[in-house]
């Protein structure tokens, strides 16, 4: 079984989640193939760091197989039609 995976810059992890603030901390989880879930918010504060669709477009780039359950989480509506398009 593998690890949860939360980003998020602001909101608590539920219990048995590993929080990471920034895409790149969730990419090298990922790429680790050890994730079995992960939630992802847009908007973490800095954009010149990421977001988490940078995360959905690594996963869609990516040559390896994501097995983890994505969940995309956020307070702003605004990152939803970006998610939407990945």
């Avoid at 939360?6 to 603030?21: E, I, M, Q, S, Y």
């Avoid at 989480?73 to 970006?82: A, D, E, F, T, Y």
Wanted: charged share 25%.
């Amino acid at each position: 079984m593998g690890i949860k995976v939360w980003l998020d810059d602001v909101r608590p992890a539920p219990d048995g989640w590993n929080t990471v603030r920034w895409p790149q901390d969730a990419i090298e989880l990922l790429a680790r193939g050890n994730v079995s879930r992960i939630s992802l918010d847009h908007d973490l504060g800095d954009d010149a760091r990421g977001t988490g669709y940078d995360v959905l477009l690594w996963i869609e780039q990516a040559t390896m197989v994501c097995r983890a359950s994505i969940t995309l989480s956020g307070r702003r509506q605004l990152g939803c039609p970006v998610f939407d398009s990945a």
